[in-house]
Every structure is written in structure tokens, then in C-alpha cells.
């Protein structure tokens, strides 16, 4: 039996009446899925495979002005919302039970002026797809590591990867933003114009409106850059983790490196280091010369690659529908306890899962935390277990493995958390994840969205 999911909490058993489905398609350009249509299994899925919801409708925006009408449709009946773009939230937000989904995914259009070194990017695009765009004339901005994922979700929360060190967040090189609110206004948001709203977007995720196109500041980046990884064996892991706190805690802005506990498809485990130098292959040779030279690796994989490669060279790992679960922490310093931690836990975990390190710190941790809603500016480590399997049997081994990982590296933690890393941990976490940043979210939060209609979210609740 079909249900309607309302605002306030209400659940009824009643199917979408024929006169609102005839009302969208009457005023939609895009498209319109609703739960009887063959395109629905499809269009219900997100990237995480153990997200199984099943909204009233969705809504495939074609353009920003059917974004106004979505808003406007399910504001006007009280309906619960949710707002996707590229469908990566670990947590399923981005998809409902019972209510309306606004997807953005298929507003793609892209302008990049290679002169003002900028873009303009439609919600939709992927990481991927900008990267492409960006880079046919030699630029990018910093992106995330897995090109399927939304430059939307991505750069609303934050947003790091391998340009972060030197150039700041993606919200950093963020200019400008066309946002439609939960009033159905398309408002323009800029260091001139509605700056509140501005700084909201940049971190605090969906909370505002949805946003129709951003626009970046954009740099010269390769084509061609050394990176790739180093893989430790087991035995060696203890000092090769050691080295990775030594050499990622001096390394230069130009340097991003990542590192993982990772198991083989034969089983065997191994610790890996991910390298990437932003500047010339000459000088990128020469600071990664120590990470080459240090202890003997069980193999380097290290040469010149082209930026489009390196972003998408962790893809394989995260394909779309597998089960996923992830819990994550920011982090100073890996100190030796946390080493000794880490490779006990490791050592026993279920196949499939890793931990991962990415690096942050260097120009993200040089602008002041007043300046975007971001505020773990002074972490040098995004620390996070990744579960991954396929049969939802396995599911309480999996996800009671990565909290309780997470659980006993708490004492290592700053106690920070970033926001697009969280799942549905509660209000605390998302307090965490903003610091002395949330008060200022609250107030911006008080007037765009007065009423919490965008709440399927890292929400930040209103207080009126
Ligand atoms: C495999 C993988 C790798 C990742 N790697 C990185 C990484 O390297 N760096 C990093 O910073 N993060 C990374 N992330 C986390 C990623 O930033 C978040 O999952 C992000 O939310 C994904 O954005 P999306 O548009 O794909 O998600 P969606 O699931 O579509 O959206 C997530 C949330 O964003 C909001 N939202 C989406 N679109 C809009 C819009 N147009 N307007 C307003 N609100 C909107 C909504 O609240 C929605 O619930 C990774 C995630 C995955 C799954």
C-alpha cells in the first residue's frame, strides 16, 4: 500500500492524489518517476546499496526553474523532501520514504572561461564530468577522489582532495551560488550579494535550498603529476605508519598523502601510502625521493599520471551498490598508541575493509574558521573504517567492526568530525562537525528556512 510521508511526522496510507501527478506534469520539464512506473527500481537507488527507500515521487529537474516548482509542489502539501544530486551520501539522505525526491543530477551544463580562470557549474555535474570540463584547459579546483560523486553534496559540505592542501577546500574557491529556497525564491549568493546565505552554503550543507549552479575559482593544475602509492606488507606496517605521520606532518602545501590499511584480494594485508605533488614532475621527483627511499616497500607504485587519472583511481574500489558503512573522526597526530590500536583491530577485520587516512591541513588549515561554516580547520587527518560487502546478512559483522574501530580510536580523535563523512549520528555530531561555527548556522538557518522544510540533511534546527 502506497504512503505519504508529511513534515510534521504524519504517515498516511494514501498514494500521490491524480490531480498533484497531473499538476507536475503539466509544469515539469524534466522527468517524473513515480512508484508505478518500470523506471522506479532504478531511480530509487543510491550509491550505497544498503539504502532502501521508497519515495512518492521524484523529481528529475531539468532546469532551475523546475527546481522553484518542486520546492513550491511539496512545500504547499506539507511533504517531506529530499534533495539529491550525486547520490553519494553514505547515509542515504538524499532519497526519502514516502515523500518527494529533487534530484539535480541531470542539470549538467558546465562554462569554463580559462582567462578569469573560473567555472560555472550546474548542481548535477560529478566530480568527474568537472574535472573533464576543467581540465581540457589545464585547470581544476580541488575535488574530491572518486569522480561519480556530486560536486553538489561534495563542495556544500566542504569538500577535500588532492588540490585541498594547496589551494583550500572546494567551499573555499567557491564564489558564487544560485540557491532556491524553501520559499520557491532563486537567490543569488556571493561576497555581495545575500553574503549570510553565502557563507551558509559554504559547509553547511543542504540546509539553505537547493543550489542550482555554483561558480569556482579555478588554478593550473598538471596535466601530468607525480603520484601513485607505495604498498607496505604487515610486518613492516608499524614503521611505515610511523614514517607516514613523520613525513605527511613536514610535508610541503604542493603535497597530498593519503594512506590506507587495505587487504588483497588473496587476503593478505598491507598498509599504503598514496602520494600526489601539485607543482612540477622535476620537483615532485625529488620530495618524493624519502617516501621511495624509505624501508622496503612491497611495491612503488609511483610514477607521472595524468590528474584526470589520479582522481579517478580509487573508482574501482567504491562502485555504486555494494554495501557500504563508514564512521569517521579528524585527527591531529598518529601517535604510537594509535598505531598499535589500529593493527590489532586491523588484523581481524572482515574482508572488505579498510581504513583510511586522508591527509588535510596546509592552506586549509590557514583560513580562519570564522570565514565558511567549516571549522576542524586545524586537523591534519580525516580518519575513517570503511566497511564494504554485498549480502545484507553480513550486515551487523560489518558495521558493528567499523564502530567499534571507531569507538576505540575516539581517545586518539580531536574530537572533530567532518560533515560530509557523517551519517545519522544525531545533533552532537553535527555540533562537532561545526564548533563555534553553529550558532551562526542556527541564525542562518532561522531565516532561510525558518521551518526546516530542507531536513533530511547534517540538519542544523531552527530556533525560533
Ligand atoms: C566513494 C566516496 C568517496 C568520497 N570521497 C570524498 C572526498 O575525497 N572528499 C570529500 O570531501 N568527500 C568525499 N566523499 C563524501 C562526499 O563529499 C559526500 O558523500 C557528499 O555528500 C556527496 O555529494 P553527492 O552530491 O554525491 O551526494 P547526494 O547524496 O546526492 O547529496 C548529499 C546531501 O547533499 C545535499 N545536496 C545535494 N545536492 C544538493 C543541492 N543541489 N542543493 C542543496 N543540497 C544538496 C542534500 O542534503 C543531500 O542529502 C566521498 C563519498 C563517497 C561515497
Known sequence: MATL?????????????????????????????????????RARRVWNGMVDRRPAALIYCANPD????????????????????????VAGLSVCDAGVVIDVSRM??????????????????????????????GLATTMGVNADTGIAGLTLGGGFGKLGRKYGLSCDNLTAAEIVTA????????????????????????????VTTFEYRLFPVGPLLMSGSVLYGYDDARGAMRFYHAFASTAPDELSLDAALVTEPSG??????????????????????????YGTPAEDRIALNSYLQIQSAGDSIFPRGRRYYWKAQFMREIT????????????????????????????????????????NRDALYDCFPISIWDDAADDEAHIGWARDLWDAMRPFSTGGV????????????????????????????????PNNFFRLNQNIRPAL
Open 5 to 41: 510521508s508529511f513534515a510534521d511526522d504524519r504517515t498516511i496510507k494514501q498514494a500521490l492524489p491524480v490531480s498533484d501527478i497531473a499538476e507536475l506534469r503539466q509544469t515539469i520539464r524534466g522527468e517524473l518517476v513515480f512508484p508505478d512506473d518500470p523506471g522506479y527500481p
Open 66 to 89: 523546475d527546481v522553484v516548482t518542486a520546492v513550491n509542489f511539496a512545500r504547499t502539501r506539507n511533504l517531506v523532501v529530499a534533495v539529491r544530486a550525486g547520490g553519494h551520501n
Open 108 to 137: 549538467k551544463h558546465i562554462e569554463v572561461d580559462p582567462v578569469r580562470r573560473t567555472a560555472r557549474a550546474q548542481a548535477g555535474l560529478s566530480l568527474g564530468e568537472f574535472d573533464a570540463a576543467t581540465q581540457s584547459y
Open 183 to 210: 520559499d520557491g525564491r532563486l537567490l543569488r549568493a556571493s561576497a555581495t550579494e545575500n553574503v549570510d546565505l553565502f557563507w551558509a552554503v559554504r559547509g553547511g550543507g543542504g540546509n539553505f535550498g537547493i
Open 268 to 293: 593478505e594485508r598491507f598498509f599504503s601510502i598514496s602520494a600526489c605533488y601539485i607543482g612540477s614532475p622535476d620537483e615532485g621527483e625529488r620530495i618524493l625521493r624519502p617516501l621511495r627511499e
Open 336 to 375: 604510537d598508541d594509535a598505531i598499535d590500536l589500529l593493527l590489532l583491530r586491523y588484523a581481524t577485520a572482515p574482508t572488505g575493509s579498510l581504513v583510511v587516512f586522508q591527509q588535510v591541513g596546509g592552506a586549509i588549515s590557514r583560513i580562519p574558521v570564522a570565514d565558511t561554516p567549516y571549522a
Open 418 to 449: 567532518y560533515a560530509n563523512n557523517l551519517g545519522e549520528e544525531g545533533t552532537d555530531r553535527v555540533q562537532a562537525a561545526y564548533g563555534e561555527n553553529y550558532p551562526r548556522l542556527v541564525a542562518a538557518k532561522n531565516k532561510y528556512d
